[in-house]
């Protein structure tokens, strides 16, 4: 049974930075492309980014322009999202999502699998 957990969320202060981890248990994961996205109160669930399962990045350049960092670690079974310089506008739920295949997609239909999300509040 695939599982997707994430954790590292809160509530911070704008201009603050989280870091938010992935655990994913039950696929390949070093098989997988892993995407980040996000859903705030009366919006539609974002992509935030993404990264294939060799290491290449995609992100929200719109949304993140340069903020956030994603990574992987293939050894731990674990995504990353260091979140940097944080502004209210990025309070959401964020989730983790886990694509069979090689390359990024955007859309959440292009993900199989997903955790049940992790909070972020950033106050100004």
């Known amino acids: 049974q695939v599982q997707l957990v994430e954790s590292g969320g809160g509530a911070v202060q704008a201009g603050g930075s989280l870091r938010l981890s992935c655990a994913a248990s039950g696929l390949t994961f070093s098989s997988y492309s892993m995407g980040w996205f996000r859903q705030a109160p009366g919006k539609e669930r974002e992509f935030v980014g993404g990264?294939?399962?060799?290491?290449?990045?995609?992100y929200n350049a719109d949304s993140v322009k340069g903020r956030f960092t994603i990574s992987r670690d293939n050894l731990k079974n674990t995504l990353y999202l260091q979140m940097n310089s944080l502004k209210p506008e990025d309070t959401a739920v964020y989730y983790c999502?886990?694509?069979?295949?090689?390359?990024?997609?955007?859309?959440?239909?292009?993900?199989?699998?997903w955790g049940q999300g992790t909070q972020v509040t950033v106050s100004s």
């Open positions: 990264i294939s399962w060799i290491g290449v990045r995609r």
């Open positions: 999502a886990a694509r069979r295949g090689t390359d990024i997609a955007t859309m959440t239909t292009g993900y199989d699998y």
